[in-house]
């Protein structure tokens, strides 16, 4: 485990002195032919890779006047090593080449400003899929079904949200138009034991978050509860039991329930929050859960099903960043003078539309894979990459050639040298009109340093990803797979993981106005170990969460049940597709009639073999499925190909090969199952 502190010291003499500390096969599988007897497999084992990364101490000082004097370290200090001193020296200095090069970003598009509470509450709402409850439309489909999947203290979350919203329009003298009684009129959903006295308070920032307080004599099941008479969803079945339940993660329960005992007041009884005294200077090593509905990673579901997980995990965020005691702020983009053409100062959207013209179907832009490839190339193993910057003339001038001759595939990638290449890639990132990490997030992915557990931390930032636009996301996985690389080579290029956490964190983390040096300075530690923790846990950070798999699958069956057809056009529409329908299930029920309970039908339209009947069981898993088709059909024919869970209660979902598929057959009994390649 590992906790850092950092402090900034002004000394009379004018200095400024950065302290920073750390305390510490054919396989197993029954066959269903026409005559439904069964054809056993042997089982078949993989086996899972784990790697950490040893974290490294830093103790870095810089005067006002760019000195560093040295100093005795406090009692309270460990012993740093030489490489602590120079990774801090990188972070300053990569920020000096910034200084230099004038390259700090667009400053003229953002705004670090304050909205006022009534457009908070609005934005918030509106990105949390709940702007029906600005505009009026409470039971429309949509809202009133994501409504209804939230857990208690989520509910609670945004019920304080609509309520301060609308007190706040009343202030203006004017009236809201949907009523915060009006949004949470179900038992079930309303918030326990709040304080009816205590004025409402903004939990955007401008006051510290209000914490909410709630029976402890309930206790949460393993997955949201429903309430009374609703259509359930079965439960996620509880993982497999890890090795080490130490630094064991689960991704059953909401995160926000699990932290009672900041919710209530007692920080110093968390024991997530007392593991980070005990432990040495190492980042943990989490052991990724095994549920039985198996992992699933971001590029597993389908786009409408990612994009209600970035709903719910918003309003989880937010909840569990308030039983934090954590502020949760926004920025706001003030003015928009984004370019629409070129490389560099132009959106990631509009990089894509571009780039999808030549190329469709690209998700992270072409550039940007070049300039990471060209530094795969040549680059890994030097000495020094990322941190020895390329000639600032010939940085310029490739960077001019770049926007003249890469869309006319003109430009010359053999005069790039390796250093010219990190210093076009690092200028790219800093120059995006819109950050990364996004501007309206980027104040919460900050406040992850204030978090003081590792593993709340590790939770914190894996919301955050899962709100990311996709863009955003496929181009920092792109980054951050690169600078795996990078690590990998440490013997080589003398790159450890916190010397290229110190290098990329300024580029990440712009701060600007006038207490933009102070700003920085205090939160430099803090941002290189955010990187750190996003390098390191990369993989469990872009795989969703189980539980918000099964909000969004009991969305999915609450929106289809109350989903009213809103015009001619639409009831035509939706008789079209029953009839079909019906057509359809009497072409298959010759085929399904013999199927009895625990047997599914998967189709495999690629192969010669289009259709196969299979009777499950408890260890049945997917892998067992594929392996038995590439043994009827030959597996090295074509592309590897992969059993799906299609429609039912979720839209489309590639199934990891260690899922247990009984388990996926009672949680969603009406899906299709589909073997096909997965899209890339």
């Avoid at 592309?639 to 899922?659: A, H, K, M, W």
Wanted: hydrophobic share 35%; proline share 7%.
């Amino acid at each position: 485990m590992i906790f850092w502190r950092s402090a900034m010291e002004i000394q009379d003499t004018g200095s400024v002195i950065l302290t920073a500390y750390h305390s510490y096969e054919p396989s197993r599988i029954h066959l269903v032919d026409e005559e439904c007897y069964a054809t056993p497999l042997s089982p078949r084992h993989s086996a899972c890779r784990q790697s950490q990364y040893q974290g490294i101490g830093l103790l870095g000082r810089m005067s006002s006047r760019g000195a560093r004097p040295s100093l005795p370290p406090s009692p309270l200090e460990r012993p740093v090593s030489l490489d602590s001193q120079d990774s801090m020296d990188d972070y300053w200095s990569e920020v000096k080449n910034m200084e230099e090069d004038g390259q700090l970003g667009p400053e003229d598009l953002l705004e670090r400003g304050s909205m006022d509470e009534a457009e908070l509450e609005e934005a918030w709402l509106q990105e949390a899929g709940l702007s029906k409850l600005v505009s009026g439309g409470l039971h429309e489909g949509p809202t009133e079904a994501l409504l209804s999947t939230l857990t208690r203290s989520q509910a609670a979350m945004v019920m304080r949200r609509v309520d301060n919203y609308t007190q706040t329009l009343r202030k203006r003298n004017k009236q809201p138009a949907v009523h915060v009684r009006d949004v949470f009129s179900t038992p079930d959903t309303s918030p326990v034991n709040a304080t009816p006295s205590d004025p409402p308070k903004s939990p955007n920032g401008h006051m510290p978050s209000r914490t909410i307080h709630r029976t402890t004599s309930k206790v949460r099941p393993a997955c949201p509860s429903f309430a009374p008479g609703e259509k359930r969803v079965p439960e996620c079945p509880p993982c497999s039991p890890p090795q080490d339940t130490s630094d064991s993660l689960s991704f059953d329960v909401p995160y926000s329930e699990g932290i009672a005992a900041h919710r209530s007041g007692r920080q110093g009884d968390c024991q997530d929050c007392q593991r980070v005294r005990k432990h040495d200077l190492d980042l943990p090593t989490f052991l990724a859960p095994r549920p039985k509905l198996g992992l699933t990673r971001i590029q597993d579901l389908s786009c409408e099903d990612m994009k209600k997980i970035g709903y719910i995990s918003l309003i989880e965020l937010t909840t569990f960043y308030d039983g934090l005691g954590i502020e949760l702020k926004r920025n706001r983009a003030a003015r928009s003078r984004a370019r629409e053409n070129g490389i560099f100062g132009v959106p990631l959207t509009t990089l894509l539309e571009n780039d999808q013209k030549k190329f469709p179907g690209s998700k992270v832009p072409i550039v940007f894979r070049k300039l990471l490839c060209k530094l795969e190339q040549t680059g890994l193993q030097t000495e020094g990459i990322l941190r020895i910057p390329g000639s600032a003339s010939r940085v310029k001038h490739l960077r001019q050639e770049l926007e003249q001759k890469f869309y006319e595939d003109r430009f010359d990638w053999e005069q790039v040298r390796h250093n010219d290449a990190a210093g076009l890639l690092k200028m790219f990132i800093r120059e995006l009109p819109y950050p990364l990490l996004t501007l309206q997030h980027l104040p919460a992915f900050a406040a992850v340093q204030n978090i003081s557990s590792p593993r709340h931390q590790f939770q914190a930032l894996h919301l955050l990803i899962m709100l990311l636009p996709e863009p955003n996301r496929d181009t920092l996985k792109a980054l951050l797979d690169f600078l795996r690389k990078v690590v990998e080579f440490e013997e080589k290029n003398r790159m450890s993981l916190w010397n290229v956490s110190m290098i990329v964190a300024p580029n990440l983390f712009t701060y600007r106005g006038k207490n933009a040096k102070q700003e920085e300075m205090q939160a430099a530690a803090g941002t290189a170990h955010l990187v750190r923790l996003l390098i390191t846990h990369q993989d469990l950070l872009w795989t969703v969460p189980c539980f918000l798999i099964s909000q969004v699958r009991k969305l999915n069956e609450a929106g289809a049940s109350k989903k009213p057809p809103s015009s001619e056009k639409t009831k035509r529409k939706l008789l079209l597709m029953r009839r079909r329908t019906a057509e359809r299930e009497k072409t298959e029920k010759s085929e399904l009639t013999d199927l009895r309970e625990g047997v599914i039908r998967v189709h495999a339209p690629q192969h010669a073999k289009v259709s196969m009947a299979i009777q499950l069981d408890s260890e049945t898993k997917a892998k067992d499925v594929m392996a038995r088709f590439d043994y009827e059909n030959g597996a090295g024919q074509r592309s590897r190909q992969y059993l799906f869970e299609v429609g039912g209660n979720i839209g489309e979902r590639c199934l990891d090969p260690e899922t247990h598929l009984l388990d996926v057959y009672h949680v969603n009994s009406h899906c299709e199952w589909v073997l096909k390649p997965r899209t890339t």
